[in-house]
C-alpha cells in the first residue's frame, strides 16, 4: 500500500504539518503511558486500553508530521496502515494485533487481558513514543 493508495481509499487526507498538533498528541501518549502505568496493578484490561490509546496517539503524531491525518471512521486502522509505511512490520503486525484485542476487552468480555500482556502493551507503547518523539523531532 502506498500513500497515494490511502489518499484515494479516503483513509487519510492531507492537512497542513502543524507543531501545536503533532506535539498534542505526544502529550496525550506521554498522559496515557503514565495513566497505564498508574492502573497496572488493579486493572489490566484497561490498562492495555489506556497503553493501546497512547499508541494511537503516538501514530497521529506521526501523521501530522508528515502532513496527514486519518479520515475515514477507520482512523484506527487507517493510523496503523500508514505506520506500515514508514515502520517495521513486526511492530506494526503488534500494535495492530493489541488494536484487536483492545476491541475486545472494551466491547465484549472483561478479564480478557493477562499481566504480562498489560505490561507488553505499556512497554510497545513506550517504544512507539520513543521512535516517533525522534522521527518528529524540530530540526534547527
Known sequence: ???EELEREGQ???IPVDQRN???SLEIARRDIESA???LANNNDWTYCIAYNA???SLRAFMFSRG??????SHHVAAIRFAALFFEEGLVNKID???RKRSTSTYDRTGTISDREAESAIATAERVLRMVEEKTRPTV
Open 1 to 3: 500500500m502506498t500513500i
Open 12 to 14: 487519510i487526507r492531507k
Open 22 to 24: 503533532i506535539e498534542r
Open 37 to 39: 502505568k498508574f492502573i
Open 55 to 57: 499508541m494511537q496517539q
Open 68 to 73: 496527514y491525518r486519518p479520515s475515514s471512521e
Open 97 to 99: 494485533k493489541i488494536r
